[in-house]
């Protein structure tokens, strides 16, 4: 494929007649179906159909434009990224994470980042799903690497980066301590320690009200790191990443027959501007070796004596 | 044949053609023939595929010798932004687009380049592979080559479209890689089925292409001795012919 011909798909695509595409493309319209006809030999398919004055898009051509649009999009990403690489122009970075992802994982490729764009200006949000969902909308950031967004449209672009698994926080001497399993019904007596709207203990909640659990008792943190001192403060079980390190001495145990995991991806809204380092930072993301977090075992970080 | 016994004897046939003491060519072409051999079910698709992708010249608008390379910045097997600037510093470079870890092709021609970068580094050039992939998947392609060359991430295939060497894969062809455990959406982290044409390109300083190898038919790729000569001869400034 040749990048005018999808560029020229592209907008074809978008104006659905041969005369405005053309022009949108800045060439004659021969050139034009020329270059369309080209494609469809090399995909073996016929991307449009011209009936009298009107043109659609087959089932073919639908089929296929996700997946030229992503790499047309790669594509003024990698050459905007060349331009601006060790350029000293502004580089405005605003992105929302979910309160569980550690920014220990995002340093290095923020790092990269920096080296990339000197003048980089980041500003980070951390939120519920719910308010990462508005801002995304909204355009105050450009990013936000999280579990499912509250509500999805359709210019969303999502991409799959880990899956993040949850366990039960607790103390060494908590009677659930005893083994790396514990049954639900031993849940119904304690107290719940996690994040406001924090998918998993809500999950957690409502599975343990269906098991006849009366009353859930928690208590909610909006800084995730608040959770091991108050877990060794004797307020409950803490709902923890399983990859994430902590600075006490305490467990993590799991829930019988209970899968407390979720997939984080990142997010960004197709059509808009994004500056150059916000689509770098997606890429990074996105190549990122993830199975490493993942192998990379949830031992407590040594106490400081 | 069942995929996984397919899977498993391909797997034996890519092992031997990697090792043999035979040019690049050869070995190529004997895995080939291996293929045609124990799938050749797979083996005619592949045939129709590359010829469609001939009839239509596909990879012929990739740039030419006497031209410069576009410029690049890509993520390497580390997560480390590289770009092409970088490598030309030193001197001349190789640039060569693989599809990816899982290709027995690009296995036997990755063990190919890492025996002569020994070579490549000591008249001080350097060998770049650019791949769709994500690190996970670049990562083990560089250990399993054997080489010390930086295995670069071109996710969704942005840099090969703008050479002109990003190839869409059809329904049939999709589902005979899947058949055959190449999952390739798992490895580039989108459901693209894109990929790039496996091509060469001989760097001079100056970052001008003076050797081209570009073959929409995947089987095929650039002689290592072609590369060494070619990097030798662009030692000199390019010239363009009169």
Not at chain 2, 135 to 163: C, H, N, V
Request: charged residues 25%.
């Amino acid at each position: 494929m040749e990048l005018h011909q999808i560029r020229y798909f592209l907008l074809l695509s978008e104006h659905l007649n041969f005369t405005a595409a053309a022009e949108a493309c800045n060439v004659s319209q021969p050139a034009l179906s020329r270059a369309i006809a080209q494609l469809e030999g090399e995909l073996g398919g016929e991307l449009f159909r011209r009936e009298r004055k009107l043109t659609h898009i087959t089932d073919f051509g639908r089929a296929v434009l996700p997946a030229l649009r992503d790499c047309h999009q790669a594509n003024l990403s990698v050459k905007e990224l060349a331009r601006d690489y060790h350029q000293e122009g502004q580089a405005p970075l605003r992105l929302a994470l979910s309160r569980s992802f550690d920014m220990d994982v995002l340093s290095p490729l923020l790092e990269e980042l920096g080296r990339a764009f000197p003048r980089i200006e980041i500003g980070v949000f951390r939120g519920t799903a719910r308010e990462i969902t508005d801002r995304l909308r909204n355009g105050d950031v450009e990013i936000a690497v999280a579990g499912q967004l509250s509500y999805e449209w359709d210019r969303i672009e999502t991409k799959r980066l880990f899956e993040e698994h949850f366990g039960l926080l607790i103390r060494r001497d908590h009677k659930l301590a005893r083994s790396e399993i514990v049954e639900l019904l031993e849940l119904a007596e304690e107290r719940l320690l996690g994040c406001p709207d924090c998918p998993i203990t809500d999950a957690l909640r409502t599975k343990l009200k269906q098991v006849g659990t009366s009353r859930v008792i928690g208590h909610e943190v909006s800084a995730i790191e608040d959770i091991p001192p108050l877990v060794d403060a004797n307020f409950g079980v803490g709902v923890w990443p399983t990859d994430r390190g902590y600075d006490r001495d305490l467990l993590i145990t799991h829930v019988d027959g209970f899968q407390m995991s979720r997939w984080v991806q990142v997010y960004t809204v197709f059509g808009r501007a994004h500056s150059a380092a916000a689509r770098t930072l997606m890429n990074l993301l996105r190549a990122r070796d993830w199975s490493r977090l993942l192998q990379h075992d949830a031992t407590p970080t040594e106490l400081v004596a | 044949m069942n995929a996984t016994s397919l899977v498993e004897e391909l797997a034996t046939c890519t092992r031997r053609c990697k090792e043999m003491d035979a040019p690049l060519a050869d070995r190529l072409a004997e895995l080939a023939a291996d293929v045609h051999r124990i799938a050749p079910d797979f083996a005619d698709i592949v045939d129709r595929m590359v010829h469609r992708l001939q009839s239509g010249g596909a990879g012929s608008t990739a740039p030419a010798i006497g031209t410069q390379l576009a410029p690049f910045v890509l993520p390497d097997e580390n997560g480390h932004l590289r770009s092409l600037p970088e490598f030309m510093g030193t001197g001349n470079a190789v640039i060569a687009f693989h599809r990816g870890h899982w290709c027995p092709y690009c296995q036997i021609e990755a063990r190919a380049l890492a025996r002569i970068e020994p070579e490549v580094h000591a008249n001080g050039g350097r060998i770049v592979i650019i791949t769709p992939e994500t690190q996970a998947y670049t990562r083990r392609m560089k250990t399993e080559s054997g080489g010390q060359f930086p295995i670069l991430s071109d996710l969704d295939s942005g840099y090969a479209l703008e050479l002109n060497l990003a190839i869409k894969i059809n329904d049939e062809k999709r589902n005979a890689m899947t058949s055959a455990g190449w999952d390739i959406s798992a490895f580039q982290n989108n459901d693209d089925w894109i990929l790039p044409i496996p091509a060469t390109f001989v760097l001079d300083r100056a970052g001008v292409v003076r050797g081209r190898f570009v073959d929409p038919d995947y089987r095929r790729r650039m002689d290592v001795e072609d590369m060494l000569d070619t990097l030798r001869r662009a030692q000199v400034p390019f010239t363009p012919a009169a």
